[in-house]
């Protein structure tokens, strides 16, 4: 029998219901006597999902707790960071970071779950500051939300919230600001609406 490649045996299978083929290259059509020579939509989109290239981009990238990385990193995934970063970070979707990061960070958006982030953080969504982590640098986002200690400033187009654990040194710009009980600030703080979002 003679050898043939993956995408011909799938499109044997789907179209004639076995992939076997006889000595003298025809097909048996035994398994699907009421074959449509016309595919379906759903047996096209199979086809072409089983023609598009075997590489697909992993939808994460992974820095584990024993690795560190010198240098700039750019990537189109999310990001999770367990080890140490000496360098600047651009990621255009999420990242959660649990180790120690020494450089300017740009996101989607950034959840610090521990360790410490030392550099300027800019995301267009949210910052998240959990209880126990570090951040050592201005923080930019839409919305930006602190449970842990933040020396720099914090700049929100939407809100800030400070929650009981937060200690933030640095000054404050928000469109509104909800502060816990137990907070800690020392710094200016300006709520002021732009005229976009008055008028809005």
């Known amino acids: 029998m003679k050898e043939k490649n993956n995408l011909s045996k799938a499109f044997d299978e789907l179209l004639h219901g076995k992939s076997d083929e006889l000595e003298d290259g025809q097909h048996s059509t035994d398994s ?3 074959f449509d020579p016309q595919p379906s939509a759903a047996q096209l989109a199979s086809l072409s999902a089983l023609a598009a290239p075997s590489v697909r981009q992993s939808p994460e ?3 584990t707790a024993d690795m560190v990385i010198r240098g ?4 189109a995934s999310n990001i999770n960071v367990f080890g140490t970063v000496f360098g600047d970070i651009s990621c255009e979707n999420d990242m ?8 300017n960070i740009s996101a989607r958006s950034l959840q610090l779950l521990s360790g410490a982030i030392t550099g300027d953080i800019e995301a267009r969504s949210t910052v998240e500051i959990v209880q126990g982590s570090t951040v050592n640098g201005n923080i930019a986002a839409e919305r930006i939300m602190v449970d842990s200690r933040v020396t720099g400033n914090l700049n929100a ?18 469109s509104s600001l909800a502060v816990q009980e137990g907070c800690q600030l ?6 002021h609406k732009t005229e976009e979002q008055v008028t809005s």
């Open 96 to 103: 959660i970071v649990s180790g120690k990061i020494e450089g």
């Open 157 to 174: 187009t939407a809100l800030v919230r400070l929650n009981a654990n937060a200690v933030i040194d640095g000054n404050i710009k928000a």
């Open 32 to 34: 699907a006597p009421n």
């Open 72 to 75: 700039t990193i750019s990537s």
């Open 61 to 63: 990238a992974t820095i």
């Open 186 to 191: 020392k710094g200016n703080v300006d709520t």
